[in-house]
């Protein structure tokens, strides 16, 4: 029997606590071996074969570790991701990879230097919603595209004394949700021609952005994302419109709330979404036909089984650094298009 790639996690808030920690232990041929986080007395509790460090370079010291998880707030993936890539060990970082291009590319260049692998947590490659629909655009069901709307919405009226939604560099929603949302979009569709966005703080007391609308130009299609706090009526997570009909999929990816819920990774009905999409036709008269598409199965597990093997050297990870690199430009440019009020070109 192989052993086990030994890992270990830094942060055990929200990631850390709920994604991280649960699908590196199940996940076949990884072991979750350390947990940095200040939170000791709650670890004790949880944990009786995980080692509980008070401090990362702790981790970048253990010989033992093959790979660092980064799940921390925003400002301190960078900093953090370099200094375990220089320790020489490999690196997964929760999303957004950094702050901004610069230190992105800091990051990477770091990863070339020691010969690790560095990722990125984007995990909503394995949403079941979006590799249903994804499969329906690579079989042609839905015929050329002429818009895609991808809504990520909440009805939280309350700001929270969370760094979530703080002041601190890299709050708000557009780092928190709009990594998610675009790197489907550029999946789906690709590197656009420009994006028009619009980020703003709507709710009273709100210190960062809770909302953001953003437009994917693309030469025949435009690709929408949206994120609100404010949105207490359900609207489609996607509705996307080609020459061959619509698919509509109302509800979100199940996998989270499993997760919340303490359901392992793995359990019977894991991944499964009950609540079916619908691709609708429309006949010579003008009737709609609605037709039930089954979903794909959801499992979050694939990204950290892709990430075992890139360590082992025998595949890549979900996440290449250039597509890494990639989505921080083009959050980098949203952020500039709101700033600023104006289109940005991509080129």
Wanted: glycine share 8%.
């Amino acid at each position: 029997m192989t052993t086990p790639l030994q890992v270990g996690l830094i942060g055990y808030g929200l990631a850390g606590s709920v994604f991280h920690a649960p699908l590196i232990q199940h996940t076949p041929g990884l072991a979750l071996h350390s947990i940095a986080s200040s939170q000791r007395d709650r670890l004790l509790r949880s944990f009786t074969d995980v080692r509980i460090c008070d401090h990362p370079a702790e981790l970048f010291a253990d010989p033992a570790l093959d790979a660092v998880v980064i799940a921390t707030p925003n400002a301190e993936h960078a900093p953090l991701a370099i200094a375990a890539l220089q320790a020489g060990k490999h690196v997964l970082v929760d999303k957004p990879f950094a702050l901004d291009l610069a230190q992105a590319d800091a990051v990477v260049r770091a990863a070339q230097a020691a010969e690790r692998v560095v990722t990125v947590f984007q995990n909503r490659r394995f949403d079941a919603d979006f590799l249903t629909l994804q499969q329906l655009l690579a079989d042609g069901v839905l015929g050329e595209v002429a818009e895609c709307h991808s809504h990520f919405d909440r009805y939280r009226p309350q700001v929270r004394d969370r760094w979530r939604e703080s002041d601190a560099p890299g709050a708000g929603l557009w780092m928190d949700l709009g990594p998610h949302l675009l790197d489907q979009m550029l999946q789906l569709f690709g590197w656009p021609q420009a994006i028009s966005a619009d980020l703003m703080a709507q709710r009273d007391g709100a210190r960062s952005d809770d909302y953001f609308h953003a437009v994917l130009h693309y030469p025949r299609h435009r690709a929408i994302v949206h994120a609100g706090s404010l949105v207490a009526a359900a609207r489609p997570r996607f509705a996307v419109h080609g020459s061959r009909g619509s698919y509509l999929k109302q509800g979100r990816d199940v996998q989270e709330d499993q997760l919340r819920e303490g359901i392992a990774p793995g359990a019977p009905g894991w991944g499964l979404d009950p609540v079916h999409g619908q691709h609708v036709t429309v006949d010579a008269a003008g009737h709609e036909h609605p037709a039930s598409v089954d979903n794909a199965l959801g499992d979050y597990r694939r990204l950290y089984a892709a990430f075992r093997d890139a360590m082992q050297g025998s595949g890549a990870p979900t996440v290449s650094a250039a597509e890494a690199l990639q989505l921080m430009r083009l959050l980098e440019a949203g952020t500039e298009s709101a700033r600023s009020g104006r289109r940005v070109d991509l080129g």
